[in-house]
């Protein structure tokens, strides 16, 4: 990306976010922003914090709106942001994007290009149960639809894959809740700016075709 370029990636937990930011960073250079991430960073360190964002996260609850905003304005002041980013997992709230567009504004960065992951929520129990990751590389698997060649290594560094601690069916439900009553209501916020609906329910290689073709479109749009 040449131009400073925003895009912010919504959908339920298990939509294949992560996954399909991590391919439009490499692709187009940019760093992919988990706000999920940089709290399980933060509820591995043994301060009172720490521990009070590991048990909100072993719930399935959001973390509180102020809290995330400053985390994520203290990351948006690094350098490797200056040309822009990819959202993953913020905004959650409708304070959050509210936020996120002030934010913006303060940095002097463009309005973001959302692309809406849309896929049925009883696909998304199954997808989540069977998720794993790299704890090294970050890399995300699924055991039953994109295995690693050998089961639960890693296919790039070798590294025994993990299970998220919030990937258990009883969390799994909370979540999947907590994204119907609070994130859900982004699209409205959002109906009538640069928002792109894209058919999650298909492979990886699949959606990624969908999102160059949004973002080819949708970052002509916003130039
Ligand atoms: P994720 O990796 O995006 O599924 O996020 C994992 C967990 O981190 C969520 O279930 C929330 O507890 C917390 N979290 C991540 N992003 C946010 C956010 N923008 N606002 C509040 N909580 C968040």
Same mark, same amino acid.
Not at 188 to 194: L, S
């Given at each position: !990306?040449?131009?400073?370029?925003?895009?912010?990636?919504?959908?339920?937990?298990?939509?294949?976010?992560?996954?399909?930011?991590?391919?439009?960073?490499?692709?187009?250079?940019?760093?992919?922003?988990?706000?999920?991430?940089?709290?399980?960073?933060?509820?591995?360190?043994?301060?009172?914090?720490?521990?009070?964002?590991?048990?909100?996260?072993?719930?399935?609850?959001?973390?509180?709106?102020?809290?995330?905003?400053?985390?994520?304005?203290?990351?948006?002041?690094?350098?490797?942001?200056?040309?822009?980013?990819?959202?993953?997992?913020?905004?959650?709230?409708?304070?959050?994007?509210?936020?996120?567009?002030?934010?913006?504004?303060?940095?002097? !960065?463009?309005?973001?290009?959302?692309?809406?992951?849309?896929?049925?929520?009883?696909?998304?129990?199954?997808?989540?149960?069977?998720?794993?990751?790299?704890?090294?590389?970050?890399?995300?698997?699924?055991?039953?639809?994109?295995?690693?060649?050998?089961?639960?290594?890693?296919?790039?560094?070798?590294? !025994?894959?993990?299970?998220?601690?919030?990937?258990?069916?009883?969390?799994?439900?909370?979540?999947?809740?907590?994204?119907?009553?609070?994130?859900?209501?982004?699209?409205?916020?959002?109906?009538?700016?640069?928002?792109?609906?894209?058919?999650?329910?298909?492979?990886?290689?699949?959606?990624?075709?969908?999102?160059?073709?949004?973002?080819?479109?949708?970052?002509?749009?916003?130039?």
């Amino acid at each position: !990306m040449t131009e400073k370029h925003v895009v912010v990636l919504i959908g339920p937990p298990g939509c294949g976010k992560g996954t399909q930011g991590r391919l439009i960073s490499q692709e187009f250079g940019v760093p992919e922003l988990s706000t999920g991430d940089m709290l399980r960073e933060e509820s591995s360190r043994p301060t009172e914090f720490g521990q009070r964002v590991r048990s909100l996260l072993d719930s399935g609850a959001l973390v509180d709106d102020a809290t995330i905003d400053a985390v994520l304005a203290r990351r948006l002041g690094a350098r490797d942001c200056a040309h822009g980013f990819v959202l993953d997992g913020y905004p959650r709230t409708i304070a959050q994007a509210r936020a996120l567009d002030r934010l913006l504004e303060r940095c002097a !960065m463009p309005r973001p290009v959302l692309l809406y992951f849309e896929i049925a929520v009883d696909a998304l129990v199954g997808r989540l149960s069977a998720r794993r990751l790299c704890p090294v590389c970050g890399r995300i698997y699924n055991l039953v639809h994109q295995p690693p060649a050998e089961m639960e290594f890693c296919d790039d560094d070798g590294m !025994m894959l993990v299970q998220r601690t919030d990937d258990t069916p009883d969390v799994i439900l909370a979540r999947l809740r907590v994204y119907e009553e609070l994130t859900s209501p982004l699209l409205n916020f959002y109906a009538g700016r640069n928002l792109h609906r894209v058919d999650a329910g298909r492979s990886p290689s699949e959606v990624y075709a969908q999102v160059r073709e949004r973002l080819g479109a949708a970052l002509v749009v916003a130039a």
